[in-house]
């Protein structure tokens, strides 16, 4: 058993780069009125039922269409305070894509090359002088990722609250041999992100923290969206309950330190941050049309799902989801209608092997974009388990 928020990863051949892209869609998005709303409060609130889900926030809108915003259930299990639309939240996975347009910047500045190899700034890398950044931040580097390590696993749970350093992450995975030839697989691997994270600091001569608040989080707008450098969590916040803990029973994570995930899932942000966020990412608002482009062109992850450059493509929702122990998320924009949804849970534990942020992606798809559906199948773990 490894940390579902991880990246505990899963492989699929794809010697081919066919994109998921939107499939034929209906012609208009629906108003976002009350009868609609009602539609969508009872979806919402049967995944959360059926999930087992303490606490959600949803915002959900379309220009000329109206917003959805709302929040369910409860932020704290043990005070019973109710879950509000405000609240901070940890955005594990997320994290990578404010990495990976950090890195992206550093293309545009011409830093870097995404062609280059990783060896040119990282030693030690397995098959660093094969490993192009591109295949890191494409997920096909071949790779084992760290989080799929026992040995890590142990130490993670074991003493939730201690700090990681990016090396110690790397030797948990440097000690596997590849799984695979470099852009063989794809290969969801959180290996990758901390590489990727000491590229930025390295070429930046800064603290990736530092780079990406200067470069990424305030030139987007941002105002509640923070790379920690430990276990603080700003208030107000969302306790978090998982089931990754040594004994095996839920546990609130909320003060957890997320520093084992670092540049692949350590930030916090709020739903209001993240609904900015998602049109910023989709539409490259921080970047060239030129980089915006190769971000954008998916390699084949799994059926009607592509992975870019440290993004998802998944029926023609462009973005990412995030999971770490206590918490998922998802930001996710739809190009054709310029519509953002942005999905907050304060648990990671899986409903019958589902995530539950898919589940609420996939129930509030299918009554706004039936036509596509987000449908992200759960990351079966590879590798020793």
Not at 85 to 96: A, W
Not at 154 to 178: C, D, G, I
Not at 240 to 258: C, I, M
């Amino acid at each position: 058993m490894v940390p579902v928020g991880a990246g505990a990863g899963y492989a699929v051949d794809a010697p081919t780069p066919p994109a998921a892209s939107s499939q034929a869609a209906s012609d208009t998005f629906p108003q976002l009125n009350p009868a609609m709303a009602r539609k969508l409060d009872a979806a919402i609130r049967k995944v959360m039922t059926d999930a087992k889900v303490p606490g959600v926030q949803v915002a959900l809108s379309a220009p000329g269409k109206g917003e959805y915003v709302r929040a369910f259930g409860v932020a704290d299990k043990a005070t019973r305070a109710p879950m509000t639309d405000n609240l901070n939240m940890r955005i594990g996975s997320e994290t990578k894509t404010f990495t990976v347009t950090a890195l992206l910047k550093l293309v545009d500045e011409h830093k870097i090359g995404l062609d280059d190899p990783i060896g040119k700034y990282i030693d030690g890398v397995p098959n660093g002088e094969l490993i192009t950044l591109r295949e890191l931040a494409e997920m096909r580097s071949g790779l084992f990722s760290y989080s799929a390590d026992e040995d890590f696993y142990k130490a993670l749970t074991s003493n939730p609250r201690r700090p990681f350093t990016p090396q110690e992450l790397l030797e948990y995975a440097f000690k596997h041999p590849v799984l695979s030839a470099p852009n063989a697989k794809f290969y969801y691997c959180n290996t990758n992100l901390i590489l990727l994270g000491l590229v930025v600091e390295k070429v930046s001569g800064q603290k990736l923290a530092d780079y990406i608040t200067k470069e990424v989080i305030e030139p987007a707008g941002l105002k509640h969206t923070v790379f920690p450098a430990g276990a603080e969590f700003p208030d107000p916040h969302a306790q978090g309950y998982t089931d990754q803990t040594a004994s095996g029973k839920v546990e609130d994570a909320a003060d957890w330190n997320p520093s084992w995930g670092w540049a692949a899932g350590a930030m916090i942000s709020d739903l209001q941050d993240l609904r900015q966020w998602a049109k910023v990412l989709a539409t490259g608002e921080l970047l060239t049309k030129a980089t915006q482009a190769q971000r954008l062109k998916v390699v084949n992850a799994l059926p009607g799902t592509g992975y870019g450059l440290g993004i998802f493509n998944v029926q023609g929702w462009i973005g990412h989801n995030g999971s770490i122990p206590g918490y998922q998320t998802l930001t996710i924009y739809d190009p054709q209608y310029k519509a953002t949804l942005v999905v907050l849970l304060n648990t990671d534990i899986s409903a019958e092997g589902e995530e539950p942020s898919t589940l609420f992606g996939q129930a509030i798809t299918k009554i706004v974009t039936p036509d596509h559906v987000y449908t992200l199948p759960a990351q079966p773990v590879t590798g020793d388990h």
